[in-house]
């Protein structure tokens, strides 16, 4: 992960873009790779863990009506985050990430390792489905390395 976060870097400082980065079933994770590397302070607003539905609504305005028809797991959830968190700080570029890490937590039709992972630029919101497999971290781990992945994606398609 900290080599996807080290790619990022130059990309996002000399284009002058800021990302912000609003966390369900990562806790933080992603803000905290991204800060790992030194001088992110030039590019990284900050972040919003919103684990409860509460938190997302508050924070994130994501809709109550979202919630109840589609769950906190759902592209939807995911697209409001993203959305809510580059409203939220100014960034240029928000990240989300909500799903279910586990071991708990899944049922037939989201099962664990079922991740929404949205990024929102440009005016766009871009939305994926993953299905991880392993234990709380490694499904905590992948959905970060596919949330950076998805961040470099975009920064090198949009140069």
């Not at 806790?27 to 030194?38: A, K, M, Q, S, Y």
């Not at 305005?61 to 028809?69: A, H, M, S």
């Not at 299905?131 to 994606?153: H, I, M, P, V, Y």
Request: with cysteine; aromatic share 6%.
């Amino acid at each position: 992960m900290e080599e996807l976060a080290k790619k990022i870097a130059p990309l996002l400082k000399e284009r002058h873009l800021k990302v912000a980065t609003a966390e369900s079933c990562t806790g933080g994770l992603i803000g905290h790779t991204i800060t790992d590397v030194p001088g992110s302070s030039e590019y990284y607003e900050g972040g919003i863990i919103s684990y409860s539905n509460e938190m997302k609504m508050k924070f994130l305005g994501v809709k109550e009506r979202t919630l109840k028809e589609y769950g906190a797991v759902s592209e939807q959830t995911a697209k409001e985050m993203a959305e809510g968190v580059r409203r939220a700080t100014g960034a240029d570029i928000g990240i989300a990430t909500t799903g279910i890490a586990g071991p708990g937590g899944g049922t037939a039709e989201k099962p664990v390792g079922l991740v929404y992972i949205a990024i929102s630029a440009d005016r766009k919101t871009k939305v994926e489905k993953h299905l991880f497999k392993g234990n709380r971290w490694e499904n905590k781990e992948q959905t970060c390395r596919a949330a950076l992945s998805l961040l470099l994606d975009y920064l090198e398609k949009n140069d």
